[in-house]
């Protein structure tokens, strides 16, 4: 399984970026996909996840900007009011079923800065 992530770029405080990842391979289906975002000097924490059934759930620092959805194998993080908080190399996840084993993509950079 391979996880492509794109969308990442440097985008003013208070703009929007979107993001997606592709899952590619052969897998019987996918459980859940996340967004995680690794700042430097920071661990990599979750930013929004999405299961199956397409219940979600969001840090605190992503509720109310952050939008997670999904289609099929693709995953997509809809981020808006963007701070320099924000800032950091995300990356996308997928659990896949029947092992739920979890795949990671290879991480996009996301730079918030005027």
């Known amino acids: 399984v391979q996880l492509q992530a794109s969308g990442g770029g440097l985008v003013q405080p208070g703009g929007s970026l979107r993001l997606s990842c592709t899952a590619s391979?052969?897998?019987?289906?996918?459980?859940?996909m996340g967004w995680f975002r690794q700042a430097p000097g920071k661990p990599r924490e979750l930013v929004a996840g999405?299961?199956?059934?397409?219940n979600t759930n969001y840090a605190d620092s992503a509720k109310g900007r952050f939008t997670i959805s999904r289609d099929k194998n693709a995953a997509y993080l809809q981020m808006n009011s963007l701070t320099s908080e924000d800032t950091a190399v995300y990356y996308c996840?997928?659990?896949?079923?029947?092992?739920?084993?979890?795949?990671w993509g290879q991480g996009t950079q996301v730079t918030v800065s005027s």
């Open positions: 996840n997928a659990v896949v079923a029947p092992s739920y084993r979890i795949y």
């Open positions: 391979g052969s897998f019987f289906s996918i459980s859940a």
């Open positions: 999405i299961v199956s059934g397409g």
